[in-house]
């Protein structure tokens, strides 16, 4: 069964760091382009970061640009999210979705986590 | 940046009617990459609708997707107790990937 298990979320405060975690199992993750999409609380979809399936090109929101870094572990089948200089409006569900190809563009998203949550407040 | 906008924000249907959500890009979306995802509460989306019409996995067809430039639709034939949901359309052909804001199906 292919599998997305998201993890690392948690309370953290304005300006601190956070490392989200996905695991993936199920698939060959090492030739599927993988994406982090959140949603805050009462909200809509947000794109957040892609990756390519060989860690070789990624991608950034604009509101997420400097702040966040998305890379992967293929030997581990593990997505990563680190997060920094955290603010208020970061706080939101994080959604490991896995790409339908090995590119983040002209694939869709078709295997979605569960999703962690993310709070950021003092 | 493409953006999306859906309409209605809210339909109000009963089971058994038919349900039809509009998806406007500001830009025309190349090749068809758009995709059409339900979620309910407390769970993560799911895809329906990839490549603008054509049905994921497992989805029944009474879900079916036309359109092409800048305008799409998510149609659903005759809806289900369990099709009550929030549906978004997004592309994934131009950067960055965009999502429209969602069109709530709720039970008349």
């Known amino acids: 069964e292919v599998q997305l298990v998201e993890s690392g979320g948690g309370l953290v405060q304005p300006g601190g760091s956070l490392r989200l975690s996905c695991s993936a199992s199920g698939f060959t993750f090492s030739s599927y382009a993988m994406h982090w999409v959140r949603q805050a609380p009462g909200k809509g979809l947000e794109y957040v970061s892609a990756?390519?399936?060989?860690?070789?090109?990624?991608y950034y929101a604009d509101s997420v640009k400097g702040r966040f870094t998305i890379s992967r572990d293929n030997s581990k089948n593990t997505l990563y999210l680190q997060m920094s200089s955290l603010r208020a409006e970061d706080t939101a569900v994080y959604y490991c979705v896995r790409s339908s190809g090995y590119r983040a563009y002209y694939y869709y998203m078709d295997v979605w986590g569960k999703g962690t949550t993310v709070t950021v407040s003092s | 940046e493409i953006v999306l906008t859906q309409s209605p924000g809210t339909l109000s249907l009963s089971p058994g009617e038919r349900a039809t959500l509009s998806c406007r890009a500001s830009q025309s979306v190349s090749s068809s990459y758009l995709a059409w995802y339900q979620q309910k509460p407390g769970q993560a989306p799911r895809l329906l609708i990839y490549g603008a019409s054509s049905r994921a996995t497992g989805i029944p067809d009474r879900f079916s997707g036309s359109g092409s430039g800048t305008d799409f639709t998510l149609t659903i034939s005759r809806l289900e107790p369990e099709d009550f949901a929030v549906y978004y359309c997004?592309?994934?052909?131009?950067?960055?990937?965009?999502f429209g804001q969602g069109t709530k199906v709720e039970i008349k």
């Open positions: 997004q592309q994934y052909g131009s950067s960055p990937m965009t």
């Open positions: 990756i390519s399936s060989n860690g070789g090109s990624t």
